[in-house]
């Protein structure tokens, strides 16, 4: 849909997506077709969530859930500004049907793309074509998510583990030492 050339790998798929104009990206986004399916992926996307809360809200009712919404890998990444910008459209009704959920549930949010967005080529694989986080990326996601838990995983910062039955110390019974046998002379 967006250039007509027919794509067979993910590496010209991306070559295409960052020669793609501004004005091409405009007009897939009028295109009826495009249009139609992308509305119904976004229905899809937000249905699954609702089912997936729904189905934590069944078999674990005081769980605590916290979704984290989706960040954009290529927000301002170099070659790719125009697909980071169409995409970030899609992100938007993505983390918005991740909030409404999240709501309606009486869930949380963490909000990652306010900790990738704007570093998104330094932590995510894009440049290898791969949109998911790499190490530093999975670090700062981890951050974000301990800071909304209250936590820390500053090595440098004591934190003290909340104490639950299974940590609390306890300490065996002593036992009388053990004697030998006597022996027979």
Do not use: C
């Amino acid at each position: 849909m967006l250039s007509g050339q027919e794509v067979t790998d993910i590496a010209q798929a991306f070559a295409l997506f960052a020669r793609a104009t501004p004005e091409q990206y405009e007009a897939l986004q009028k295109n009826p077709a495009f249009v139609a399916r992308m509305k119904t992926v976004l229905e899809d996307v937000a249905t699954n969530l609702q089912t997936i809360a729904a189905f934590f809200k069944e078999k674990a009712p005081d769980a605590r859930v916290i979704f984290l919404k989706q960040y954009n890998p290529m927000h301002n990444v170099q070659g790719f500004e125009s697909f980071g910008q169409f995409g970030g459209g899609f992100l938007a009704s993505i983390n918005q049907a991740v909030e409404a959920t999240a709501t309606a549930f009486g869930y949380e949010t963490v909000d990652i793309p306010s900790v990738i967005d704007e570093r998104a080529e330094e932590l995510t694989n894009i440049r290898l074509f791969d949109i998911h986080p790499n190490a530093e990326g999975h670090r700062e996601i981890a951050k974000a998510v301990a800071q909304h838990l209250g936590l820390s995983l500053d090595q440098n910062e004591e934190t003290e583990a909340p104490t639950t039955p299974e940590t609390e110390s306890t300490t065996e019974p002593e036992t009388a030492p053990e004697t030998e046998a006597p022996t027979e002379q």
